[in-house]
């Protein structure tokens, strides 16, 4: 079995559009929030409760998994889905973020506003980098114990390989908004000569482990906040072809700023190639859902949904809150009265305040369902909208109701 992406709709007005993904390890309904196992779990959630909550796939990071276990070990195992007992598709981003994060210290959430952010939002204090960029690669010091560790397009494709997810994405220099706009210049052509990289060893690997189930290479669209930078990238990766191998799809990567989120993903999307699908890299907020969708992207990923459920921080159709705030220690109602979610259909906020309180590792678990189950049907209901031609409504019924805006990309 191979890689495709058919289109089922495409809204005439704007750039949305319904379709299905289809993978080795099964298909993916578009539009979809694709829920994160960083390290080949979502944490302290079971993958039959995730895909009891309808997830359609995982999404896992190839910096973790290289590190810890290694790469090698999810090889032996037969591939991330057979490993973490994943029944269905999967993906893994590339860790050039990961490499480039921790090594600068951004925060890990680069979706920020503009306006408003501080060089300390970007930038961490401690003077010691962990990683630098040249043009062949980025050398970094791993977070867990200090060794020295290089990657480069080559060693990503051989570890993402090896990691087996249905989808990858190919090696890129993440910047952040605070980057001058020189580097952001130079970061984006060392992006397309990686991109380039990349495309020759997936390849290569692709041809030399015969047997294995077809992994999709998607290139990564960065240029920040510059229209002529993500045009640019967007036309030059959306028709690149190294030896006869082009990307399956792409993703939205880099600093979004808030604000201009649905402009500058328009800019890219005008521009990508329709019939292969985009992933938004990182956004996850509901808010920043409808734009995404309706800006035409078809996935996206977020482990904002599972940290914050484990700080007793909710999504609910009324808007965010912490469960562990006193006013509901005698609140016998579900998280959400209109959530179908097994946590808000056994218990009541009183309990998951009482848990919450009380520091019990259940906490964690009925959180993290409920808040992934709120996303996941958040975008199948933008996907149904779609398909009954009422997106419009739906999303101006959610978010006259939803309250809390501004923030909580920020956790
Ligand atoms: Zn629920």
Not at 4 to 19: N, Q, W
Not at 223 to 237: F, I, M, P, V
Not at 246 to 251: I, L, P, Q, R
Request: glycine share 10%; charged share 25%; hydrophobic share 35%.
């Amino acid at each position: 079995m191979s890689f495709s992406f058919d289109i089922k709709h495409s809204e005439s007005g704007s750039l949305a559009r319904v379709g299905t993904i289809n993978t080795p390890h099964g298909p993916i309904q578009t539009p979809a929030f694709i829920p994160v196992g960083t390290k080949a779990t979502v944490k302290s959630v079971l993958p039959e409760a995730m895909k009891d909550l309808g997830s359609q796939a995982l999404l896992s990071n190839a910096y973790h998994l290289y590190l810890q276990p290694g790469s090698d070990v999810l090889d032996e195992a037969g591939g991330l889905a057979t490993f973490m007992n994943w029944p269905g598709p999967t993906f893994t981003d590339s860790g050039g973020f990961q490499v480039l994060s921790l090594g600068v210290g951004f925060k890990k959430v680069l979706a920020m506003d503009a306006q408003t952010f501080r060089r300390d939002d970007v930038i961490a204090g401690n003077k010691d980098r962990l990683a630098h960029v040249d043009d062949e690669g980025v050398t970094f010091k791993s977070h867990l114990d200090g060794s020295m560790h290089r990657f480069t397009p080559e060693v990503s494709m051989q570890v993402q390989h090896q990691i087996g997810a249905d989808i990858m994405f190919a090696f890129d220099e993440c910047t952040t908004l605070h980057n001058t706009r020189p580097y952001q210049e130079l970061a984006m052509d060392r992006t397309y000569a990686w991109a380039i990289r990349c495309l020759d060893e997936h390849k290569r690997l692709t041809e030399e482990r015969i047997g294995k189930p077809y992994q999709a290479l998607f290139g990564v669209i960065q240029g920040a906040q510059y229209e002529d930078l993500r045009k640019k990238a967007a036309t030059e990766l959306g028709t690149l072809e190294s030896n006869g191998q082009s990307f399956d799809g792409f993703g939205i990567g880099g600093a979004l700023d808030k604000g201009q989120l649905g402009t500058i993903v328009s800019w890219v999307n005008e521009i990508l190639p329709e019939e292969k699908p985009r992933h938004l890299l990182g956004i996850g907020a509901p808010e920043d859902l409808f734009v995404g969708v309706e800006n035409g992207c078809d996935t996206f990923d977020c482990v904002l949904a599972s940290r914050i459920a484990r700080t007793s921080a909710v999504y609910t159709m009324e808007g965010r809150f912490n469960l562990s705030n006193s006013r509901f220690k005698r609140d016998f109602a579900p998280i959400d009265p209109e959530c179908d979610c097994y946590t808000c259909t056994h218990y009541t906020r009183a309990y998951m305040h009482h848990v919450f309180r009380g520091k019990e590792i259940i906490s964690a678990t009925l959180a993290t369902i409920h808040n992934e189950r709120f996303i996941v049907r958040l975008v199948d209901q933008m996907r149904q909208a779609l398909l009954d031609g009422n997106f419009a409504d739906m999303k101006a019924d959610f978010l006259g109701r939803y309250t809390h805006r501004s923030g909580q990309s920020r956790d």
